[in-house]
């Protein structure tokens, strides 16, 4: 799969004058479409869409249960959560390909979707690393990195470095991920 050439962006917050900063932002670029509940942000999923923005913390559906809908639709898109809500353990088990903690600014926005949009072309292995990494990421910036939900994603995330070094060696481009974060 490759990168979208027009690329569509889901951007999903109760606040709508948070939405519409976030759409304003990113409007120059990509096709945006907008959303301030989780009901409305499921009848603008389709298959059209790359990527989604999600806030945690909206009445009704909270962005967890949105983000599980938009899983069971068997989507490909990427998601990630952009919110104010500090990570803490309970998000290893979220299927989101990144984790944001507001606020972000303008540059901070684009270079996540950008980020999220480039990962469209990585093989599930790739993405999986990314999503564990993300986890990993977020979870430090936190300071949640202890307990044993911590260890068991580095280790799940070491096994899938561990899997990549392998079929890299095999063909020959170890070099590819030189510039990936190690995990310790």
Avoid: W
């Avoid at 990427?78 to 104010?84: P, Q």
């Amino acid at each position: 799969m490759t990168r979208p050439s027009d690329p569509t962006v889901l951007v999903v917050d109760d606040e709508p004058d948070l939405a519409n900063l976030y759409t304003a932002f990113l409007s120059s670029s990509y096709t945006v479409r907008t959303a301030t509940s989780a009901s409305e942000a499921l009848e603008r999923v389709d298959e059209d869409l790359d990527v989604a923005l999600l806030d945690r913390r909206m009445p009704g559906i909270s962005g967890d249960e949105l983000l599980a809908k938009i899983r069971e639709r068997d989507c490909s898109i990427k998601v990630a959560m952009l919110t104010a809500v500090e990570p803490d353990v309970d998000i290893i088990d979220m299927p989101f390909d990144d984790y944001k903690v507001k606020p972000v600014d303008q540059h901070e926005l684009t270079g996540l979707v950008e980020a999220l949009l480039e990962r469209i072309a990585y093989d599930s292995r790739g993405q999986t690393y990314f999503r564990l990494a993300s986890k990993k990421a977020a979870l430090e910036m936190a300071d949640n990195d202890h307990g044993e939900e911590y260890q068991t994603l580095l280790d799940d995330l070491n096994a899938v470095r561990a899997e990549m070094d392998e079929q890299l060696d095999k063909i020959g481009a170890e070099a590819a991920f030189k510039d990936l974060p190690s995990v310790s």
